[in-house]
């Protein structure tokens, strides 16, 4: 079939303002390495002609330079934060820096500029380290598009392609855009949306989203959403904003940074001059204990202890399609005390399925079953389509109705082969004799109901139930298991509830809700627990889900709604994710603590060593800032090796 290349399509994009898919080296990681690499040759040439050929001057020009290298960028910030009467951590460093110089200890003052200025290259290494799944994400759809358009196939840039027209994927190819199946069958790799790691089955009238992957069979898509609408579009926008959203952690040591800077500046003065002027001991000696004490209580680790962690965490959710809109929602899931589930959609699958075929009276289950079958094969009707679907794996022959009527909220009648049958609720058999205690055990068991009859007998009677999930009762036992209540609310009557409640053993359910119920009710449990969860679908329930301390949302994949309104989207209807973020918010916070509290215990010690005299400026930046900033780092990028279940 013949291609065309799309002529208009050009290095950049007027949608997203540049080339987003091309994997281009960023200018930070040439430049920074350059000034690295650099500065590390001047200053190893001047300790050799200091310490060995003791060229003194020259070694003083070489350390000179290895600060006018390494710190522009340092000096620059510095500048910048007097002006705007913040004082920074670039202020500390170039104080320390100038001061190491003017009392002859250049090699230091050149060491702290160096060394700091690593340091801060780990930090933006390590930033970019954690988002990078923004840039997978980027990458995962396709730039181009293969349409068709009148008898052609054409390659078009996806910003190109209009609602409505149909794309061709290949095997092995990446699908372009969100649509519907219209032509041909395969399994499709859903894993970068829905974190689902078995590709899934895709034929005619199935949903497919962009940015996912077409196995084995040859496809044709009619567009659905414009490349900007897609949903793999919307995590990468959710994703990006998710880092402006603060936990509590987040927000305290920002303002605590406010204060703390100005503070180690006021300490740093005292100890240059207190000791000589009160009490007559040598300037020199103190002013440097004070150039230490300013270089060791930069707060760069602990500024970036907290950020760096969550951000690392709410990446590898996002890999694993649980997309957490804000680490303040990764702190809050820890704090969970109670997690309220909706029913159907949820806890269940949200479609029935037929669990029971009783005979009546002169009819086999199969002819029940077969005459059921037949009638409800002509309606739309959930129910119907439970019972026509049961009756087709039973591999039933189905017969032909006359005279179809559909009896509006009550069932339906046609004849077959020349008699009249019933299906329907047990209203519509008034003056015939009804087993209701077969009825009360089915409803007593959760179950729907459904009665088959002629003009004088009920035949048969079928019971339908909605499926629980697989996953629903492992899920509430781990919550169970750390101490979390788990409650029901739903729309159904209290057998249905009781019977889900019971089989999954939750500690609480609430029955014959409406929406606006589930939100007074949610309001309740809030002031009874204090840190409430909500899972629903995040359509019906997004009141409730937007009154909860934290809204869940099931399947976000398909419903843009559900992703608009809910605080984390488990992309998949996996209710097992659910475990999973539980344990990746407690292992996050854990990690928030331990960089914390060793940043924290370190800095103050290193303080301390630094008024007494036991340290220098340069295990002051080597171990209490770059060493200190490289832990944090890597303690916080262990977890994105969290594993979902």
């Known amino acids: 079939m013949p291609e065309n290349e799309c002529k208009n399509v050009e290095a950049t994009c007027s949608c997203c303002g540049g080339d987003v898919f091309e994997e281009k080296e960023k200018p930070w990681k040439r430049t920074p390495l350059i000034i690295i690499s650099t500065s590390a040759v001047f200053f190893s ?6 310490n060995v050929l003791k060229r003194d001057l020259l070694a003083e020009a070489l350390f000179l330079l290895v600060v006018a290298v390494a710190g522009y960028s340092i000096f620059k910030g510095a500048y910048k934060g ?14 320390a820096a100038v001061g190491a110089f003017l009392i002859g200890h250049g090699e230091e003052g050149a060491a702290v500029i160096f060394l700091f200025y690593v340091a801060e290259f780990l930090e933006d290494y390590a930033g970019e380290r954690a988002q990078n799944s923004i840039g997978d994400l980027l990458k995962l759809a396709p730039e181009t598009a293969h349409v068709i358009r009148g008898k052609q196939e054409l390659k078009i840039h996806v910003h190109g392609v209009d609602l409505g027209e149909i794309v061709v994927v290949r095997p092995g190819d990446k699908i372009p855009l969100d649509g519907v199946v219209v032509k041909g069958s395969s399994d499709v790799d859903q894993a970068p949306i829905t974190g689902e790691s078995v590709p899934v089955s895709k034929k005619k009238g199935d949903i497919v989203f962009a940015g996912t992957i077409n196995t084995e069979g ?8 414009k490349s900007d609408e897609t949903i793999i579009s919307q995590i990468i926008e959710l994703v990006k904003e998710s880092k402006n959203r603060k936990s509590k952690t987040e927000s305290f040591i920002d303002r605590f940074a406010t204060y703390y800077t100005p503070t180690v500046i006021l300490l740093a003065i005292l100890v240059a001059t207190v000791p000589p002027f009160l009490w007559g001991l040598a300037l020199n000696e103190w002013f440097y204990r004070a150039l230490v004490l300013l270089v060791v209580s930069c707060p760069c680790a602990l500024a970036i202890s907290t950020p760096i962690s969550m951000v690392s965490g709410i990446t590898s959710a996002t890999r694993k399609g649980v997309l957490i809109k804000g680490s303040e929602y990764v702190e809050e899931m820890r704090n969970v005390k109670a997690v309220v589930f909706d029913k159907t959609g949820t806890l269940t699958e949200g479609r029935l399925e037929v669990t029971d075929v009783l005979e009546v009276k002169g009819y086999t289950s199969r002819d029940v079953l077969k005459i059921a079958g037949s009638l409800e094969s002509q309606s739309p009707h959930p129910l119907a389509k439970a019972i026509f679907k049961k009756a087709q794996d039973e591999g039933l022959e189905l017969e032909k ?11 339906l009648e046609g004849e077959i082969n020349g008699k009249k049958f019933y299906i329907g609720k047990k209203n519509l058999f008034e003056g015939i004799c009804i087993p209701t205690d077969k009825i009360a055990e089915f409803e007593s068991e959760g179950k729907t109901s459904v009665l088959i009859g002629d003009t004088d ?10 499926r629980i999930r697989d996953e629903s009762l492992n899920t509430v036992k781990f919550l169970k298991e750390n101490k979390i209540v788990t409650i029901m609310l739903t729309g159904d009557n209290q057998g249905t509830a009781r019977a889900v409640a019971a089989h999954l053993m939750l500690d609480e359910y609430y029955y014959g809700l409406l929406p606006a119920d589930k939100v007074e009710k949610i309001d309740h449990l809030v002031e009874r627990y204090g840190h409430v969860a909500m899972v629903g679908d995040g359509v019906n329930d997004a009141p409730a889900l937007a009154r909860a301390n934290i809204g869940i949302a099931m399947g976000a994949a398909g419903s843009d709604v559900a992703i608009k309104t809910a605080d984390v989207a488990l992309m998949h209807d996996d209710l097992s994710k659910l475990e999973y973020l539980v344990k990746l918010s407690k292992k996050t916070m854990g990690v928030v603590k331990e960089n914390v509290a060793l940043s924290v215990l370190l800095k103050s010690s290193f303080a301390v060593f630094a008024i007494l005299g036991v340290i220098n400026l340069w295990m002051a930046v080597g171990i209490g800032d770059m060493g200190l900033s490289l832990a944090v780092i890597l303690n916080a990028l262990r977890i994105g090796s969290h594993k979902a279940p």
Do not use: A, P, Q
């Open 45 to 50: 040439l001047g300790l050799l002609l200091e």
């Open 82 to 95: 007097i002006l705007k009467f913040r004082f920074n951590m670039n202020l500390l460093i170039t104080i």
């Open 218 to 225: 040859y496809l044709e898509i009619e567009v659905t959403k």
């Open 401 to 411: 109705v006359h005279n179809f009527k559909s009896l509006t909220g009550t069932g």
């Open 457 to 466: 007998h009920i035949i048969g009677l079928i019971g339908l139930m909605d």
